[in-house]
């Protein structure tokens, strides 16, 4: 990685939402990169006699990559999707992943440009990425597994603890979002939109219920003194997807996309809801298994708090459930709002699912974060 690569960066005060279910891959609506394009793209990059492409479903639709093979190595090509390339947004993120690379965290390198050695190549208006290609496996679900994800997670918290970046960190959260009402009122019209046939009032009465879980769960954290809290950069979007393990170590950490300034609790929480939800590829999501896998949850929070400079408080590990639930309801109403499903999952069932998991989690929160307590020594 060259040692003088240049960052040129971003904020955003777009609430991140976190990942939550199975991995669809749908690739008949991603956008692709044009021959024209890539030929361009690629001959800002110095990484020689260019021998397979291969395209890279993964991630955001809206966001293309792909994979190359050359005679230097194997490479990652990603445009950034519009409304995620603001330049100083993508150098914050870049600045940061630099900095991790320098305290030999396991995060991809960067490829700088040919001409100036930038992390970012700016062309007709859209920006791109070029990172090392790391070989890997997905993160199984495993108790083992999430303790290394936690651990991660821990170590990654302690690099950034007194990191501060030259360029203006991200904002927002899934906790505490004021438009929750309003978002949520346009649920069951964006629902009924796809789903002609499916009974609104029933939509309603979920989403009803969804909206003042939401609101009782935000309440509780923010009582816990949650907005006094001290902020840090955070990941933002720690889920199995996002991790790559070789010979059950974490070898890469990806996608800073999300990175903000939040309670480090906020990271914990995410991990603790993506890697505990149970769940079924490609069935009905009303027949997914009910609740989440408290093993896994006392997993995560056992590597993190080994890792991290140092372990969940008492305050955190209460707040953790109830963040918990307020993303998995913020996960689930954005793109249901913006498309009535959730990718190919139909709006209505997905959202009756998040409702029974809310209701599993909500009774069980004080005994959950009384088992954190005793894991952290809280």
Not at 151 to 167: E, K
Not at 195 to 203: A, F, G, I, K, S
Not at 262 to 272: F, T
Request: aromatic share 8%; net charge neutral.
């Amino acid at each position: 990685m060259p040692t003088d690569h240049h960052a040129h960066s971003a904020a955003s005060s777009e609430p991140p939402r976190p990942h939550v279910g199975p991995v669809v891959n749908d690739q008949v609506h991603r956008e692709r990169f044009d021959t024209h394009e890539l030929a361009i793209v690629l001959s800002h990059f110095d990484i020689g006699v260019i021998e397979q492409l291969r395209p890279y479903p993964r991630g955001s639709r809206r966001s293309p990559k792909l994979r190359i093979k050359s005679q230097r190595g194997e490479f990652l090509l990603k445009r950034r999707a519009h409304g995620q390339d603001d330049p100083f947004r993508v150098a914050f993120a870049h600045d940061l992943q630099l900095h991790l690379a320098q305290q030999n965290y396991p995060v991809p390198g960067l490829i700088g440009t040919r001409d100036d050695n930038n992390s970012m190549l700016q062309f007709a208006g859209r920006v791109y990425e070029l990172f090392n290609y790391i070989h890997g496996t997905r993160v199984d679900g495993s108790p083992a597994a999430a303790m290394q994800a936690g651990a991660a997670l821990g170590h990654l918290h302690r690099l950034l603890h007194d990191y501060r970046s030259p360029y203006p960190p991200g904002t927002g959260s899934f906790h505490g979002v004021s438009a929750i009402g309003a978002k949520m009122s346009l649920l069951p019209g964006a629902v009924a939109a796809v789903e002609p046939q499916t009974d609104r009032t029933t939509v309603g009465q979920t989403v009803d219920f969804l909206r003042r879980a939401y609101l009782d769960a935000a309440q509780r954290v923010d009582d816990l003194d949650f907005p006094a809290w001290p902020r840090e950069i955070v990941h933002g979007d720690w889920h199995p997807g996002n991790l790559l393990l070789r010979d059950g170590r974490v070898v890469a950490v990806l996608d800073f996309d999300s990175s903000r300034l939040e309670p480090r609790v906020v990271d914990v929480a995410n991990a603790a809801l993506q890697f505990s939800m149970r769940v079924d590829a490609g069935e009905d999501p009303l027949n997914w298994p009910e609740g989440f896998d408290a093993n896994l949850i006392r997993a995560i929070v056992r590597g993190y708090d080994q890792a991290s400079y140092a372990p969940l408080t008492k305050s955190e590990c209460l707040a953790l459930p109830w963040l918990m639930v307020e993303g998995l309801i913020i996960e689930a109403i954005v793109p249901i709002v913006a498309t009535g499903s959730f990718s190919q999952i139909s709006g209505s069932s997905f959202l009756r699912m998040v409702e029974r998991k809310v209701k599993w989690l909500r009774p069980r929160a004080a005994n959950l974060s009384e088992v954190l307590m005793q894991e952290s020594g809280a």
